[in-house]
């Protein structure tokens, strides 16, 4: 298993259990600790945020018992880290902190190389290393000297932009937490997106509160909206859906939108929809937008919420021959049962398979189904 994350951890948490000799490779939830803004809090609810192991016993609830952390809603991210640390803890030594450099096929299954050059070989391998190289920069701000523009989960400093000026792109979870942060630490921010209205999650309170029809309505998990939150619950039924109208499920269920704890904290907070950076350069110290109105911003800064784009070519550690040979709808494995794609022994789990088994896979809540049915399959298919 490559990437120790949520998914990374789950799955070997079950294959463990199931006696299925797994290894887990990479640092225990690298990417929350590392490449979220500091401060952020989880937009999925507490009952969304658990990872999985096969007993139920590994819950967000049973660590802040452990540890005697008070359990907070919504969940900050100083306390996800830590309770994915904990979890760690029950792979032992079936997690190696080492990084997989590059794997190759081989006759018998598949040849990996550490970070300290060692090699080890395997029969299968499972990819579960998220979203982190997929960011999207689109191309008018690609000439910006890299101290000049970032991207949202580009690293947690927020502070230190305190006394700047910054422009926030984009209108989802990610560009309008950002910039409810960047605020509060004294930057003077500026929201820009292309949409022309914010959306705001649970605009629709009253549907939450209908007893048994909210229920018939939406899963625990809260993705997506009424109805569709219900159907990407199951992501074996959603995986069987024409994938054109998957397609659409899967970008309804996502599409921009910040929490219900946002708009509060964004009050004294200049955002300007409906415009789009037309041009972006530095005067001097100070980078210039042109928006698509002919109006301009000058700043010293520009974050990027813009989100990803999932390319499994963007991998560096799968070889161009070998992601070339992975059957692709645009950029996502083509997997079925088991998420096998179409290179025998190599699995992917979490965002990557998201176009094949639906929207629940960007999540953690994910993290159940994916381990159940990877171990369902390892468990009938152990070579
Ligand atoms: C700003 C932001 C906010 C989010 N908020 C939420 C939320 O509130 N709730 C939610 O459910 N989801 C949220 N998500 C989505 C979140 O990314 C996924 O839910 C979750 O991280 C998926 O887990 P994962 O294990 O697939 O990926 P990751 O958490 O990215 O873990 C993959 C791991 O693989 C490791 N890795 C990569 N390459 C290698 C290698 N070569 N060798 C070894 N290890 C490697 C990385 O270090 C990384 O730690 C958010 C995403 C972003 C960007």
């Given at each position: 298993m490559i990437?120790?994350?949520p998914y990374g951890l789950s799955a070997g948490a079950h294959l463990k259990a199931k006696g299925i000799g797994a290894r887990v490779f990479g640092e225990p939830m690298e990417f929350w600790a590392k490449k979220m803004p500091e401060g952020m809090l989880l937009r999925s609810p507490r009952v969304a945020s658990n990872l999985?192991?096969?007993s139920g016993a590994f819950t967000l609830e049973a660590y802040e018992s452990a540890s005697k952390t008070a359990p907070?809603?919504?969940v900050p991210l100083d306390t996800f880290v830590e309770y994915g640390r904990w979890f760690r803890h029950q792979l032992g030594s079936d997690l190696d902190e080492r990084t997989v450099l590059r794997f190759n096929r081989e006759e018998q299954g598949f040849r990996l190389m550490l970070g300290d050059g060692e090699e080890v070989r395997a029969r299968r391998v499972v990819i579960a290393t998220g979203i982190g190289p997929f960011r999207k920069k689109p191309s008018v701000f690609?000439?910006?000297p890299s101290e000049h523009v970032t991207h949202c989960y580009e690293g947690r400093g927020i502070r230190k932009f305190a006394g700047k000026?910054?422009?926030v792109i984009g209108a989802?979870?990610?560009?309008l937490e950002s910039a409810a942060l960047l605020?509060?630490?004294?930057?003077?921010?500026?929201v820009i997106a292309r949409q022309p209205h914010i959306n705001w999650i649970g605009q629709h309170s009253w549907l939450h509160h209908l007893g048994p029809i909210s229920t018939m309505l939406y899963s625990s998990h809260d993705v997506g909206p009424a109805g569709i939150s219900r159907l990407v619950a199951y992501p074996k039924i959603t995986s069987l859906i024409p994938l054109g109208l998957r397609d659409k499920v899967r970008t309804r269920a996502v599409r921009p939108a910040g929490a219900r704890w946002l708009p509060e904290r964004l009050r004294n907070v200049k955002i300007t929809v409906g415009r789009g950076v037309a041009d972006a350069r530095?005067?001097?110290?100070e980078v210039v937008l042109r928006l698509d109105d002919g109006g301009e911003r000058h700043v010293d800064h520009v974050l990027l919420g813009t989100g990803y784009q999932v390319d499994i070519a963007k991998y560096d550690f799968l070889p161009t021959e070998l992601a070339r040979s992975i059957q692709q709808l645009d950029g996502y494995p083509k997997l079925s049962s088991g998420f096998c794609c179409s290179v025998p022994g190599l699995h992917f789990i979490g965002a990557t398979a998201a176009r094949s088994f639906g929207p629940l896979l960007y999540f953690v809540a994910g993290t159940e189904f994916a381990s159940r049915e990877l171990t369902s399959y390892l468990s009938k298919y152990p070579s």
């Open positions: 990437g120790a994350g999985s192991d096969p907070s809603a919504p690609q000439n910006l000026r910054v422009a989802g979870q990610s560009a605020h509060e630490s004294n930057a003077d921010v500026d530095m005067v001097g110290d």
